[in-house]
């Protein structure tokens, strides 16, 4: 499917660059780069695939696609990087990468939202009962190894991050070997929400943002270290717990599905409805 079934916003991947590892650097790369060229320091971001996100251990990337070109002809070390990038494109046997050596200071794919928005990694151990997910500010990129969902809110956050959403999740996904593969067409956009009251909506906002303050608690962990099933801190437990009962309620579920399976029959029934009305 190529939209959500639901009305929430849609989701897509981060950012492709296609510039064969020249704009991407170690905290230690970027640092000795900037020592060389102290004009480049603010063109750096903070960048995150599936494996920076989940071990809180972020690259930079050397964003010059806003950099105007008498700014751009002031740093001759950018220079290099963007010739180089422009040397790789041409050499490339793919026709759609050659035409990408036109515009060698930007990115293939480009997807960086306005506001805050939230992070969902691609690949993720299948000893997690949660995929780590999170919030990230528009001064961050995210690479293509990561799902991301602009405009969502705690209460989209609170939903997909709930037993309901891993459920739906475990049942269609795909496998990296036995890692969880999260992807856009099968997993996010066949998902049926809930239609939560407004009194429901509100309570899984604030069990989301538990989750937040309780992952904020521990500000020296990954979240690697935080979804460890044997090193989950309590409070974090606790505040997945909470989420979790309240998005079973906005669904219907608390109190009469026991199982994850018995939960994804009913998640099944509602997609068979909603793709039926959708046909009607």
Known sequence: RNKPLCN??????????IDGGNYLFTKEEMEAFVKK????????KLW??????????????????NCPPNELRKMPECMKRVEAVREMRLSSKSAGTVKLADKPTRFHVENMPKGTYVVIPEVSSEKRK????????????????????PYAT???????????????????????K???????????????????????????????????????LYPDCSLADLYDEAAMPPELRKAHQQND???????????????ES????????MYQKLTEDKKG
Not at 48 to 65: A, D, K, T
Not at 132 to 148: A, Y
């Open 8 to 17: 929430v916003p849609e989701i897509g991947i981060g950012n492709k660059p």
């Open 37 to 44: 060229e102290p004009l480049s320091e603010s063109y750096f």
């Open 48 to 65: 995150y695939g599936s494996q920076e996100f989940i071990n809180r251990c972020p690259r930079y990337s050397l964003w010059l696609g």
């Open 130 to 149: 949660y995929i780590p997910m999170g919030f990230m500010t528009p001064d961050i990129l995210c690479s293509n190894l990561v799902k991301i969902v």
């Open 154 to 176: 705690l209460y989209h956050f609170g939903v997909l991050t709930s037993n309901v959403h891993m459920a739906w999740m475990r049942a269609v996904c795909g496998r990296l």
């Open 178 to 216: 036995s890692d969880y593969r999260y992807s856009k067409d099968v997993v996010y956009n066949n998902f049926p929400w809930p239609a939560p009251t407004d009194e429901q909506r509100a309570k899984i906002e604030q069990t989301a943002q538990a989750i937040l303050d309780a992952r904020n």
């Open 245 to 259: 009962n309240a998005v079973m309620q906005a669904y219907g579920f608390w109190g009469k599905l026991n199982t």
């Open 262 to 269: 018995a939960c994804v029959a009913e998640l099944m029934k």
